[in-house]
C-alpha cells in the first residue's frame, strides 16, 4: 500500500521546500516592500494627503499600502528569496 504522501513514479518532483525566512529576513523584506511602497504613495498624492488630519492621513496610507505589500509585492519577495536560497544550497 503507498504511503498519501509518496509521489507516483510518473508523478514531476515537487521543488525542494525553502525554510521560513529568519526574523531578521523578514524584517528585512518588510522593510524593502513598505518603505519603497510609502515613499511612491507619498509622492503621487502627496497634495491630496497633506491637508488631512495625520491620523486619517496615516489610515488612507495604511489602506493602500497594505494591500500593495500583502498581495503583490511580499509573494515576489518570498520567490525571489527562496530561488537565492534554493541556489545557494545547489552550488
Known amino acids: 500500500m ?3 504522501t509518496s509521489a507516483s ?19 528585512l523584506m518588510i522593510w524593502l516592500c ?3 511602497t510609502l515613499t ?9 494627503l497633506r491637508p488631512m488630519n495625520p491620523v486619517l492621513r ?3 496610507l495604511a489602506t493602500i ?3 500593495i ?3 503583490g509585492l511580499m509573494p515576489q519577495l518570498h520567490k525571489l ?3 537565492m536560497v534554493t541556489r545557494g544550497n545547489a552550488g
Do not use: C, D, M
Open 69 to 71: 505589500v500583502i498581495y
Open 65 to 67: 499600502a497594505v494591500p
Open 2 to 4: 503507498s504511503h498519501p
Open 9 to 27: 513514479p510518473g508523478a514531476p518532483a515537487a521543488p525542494p521546500r525553502t525554510a521560513p525566512p529568519t526574523k531578521h529576513q523578514l524584517a
Open 34 to 36: 513598505v518603505f519603497p
Open 58 to 60: 496615516t489610515f488612507v
Open 40 to 48: 511612491v504613495i507619498n509622492l503621487t498624492l502627496g497634495g491630496w
Open 81 to 83: 528569496r527562496a530561488r
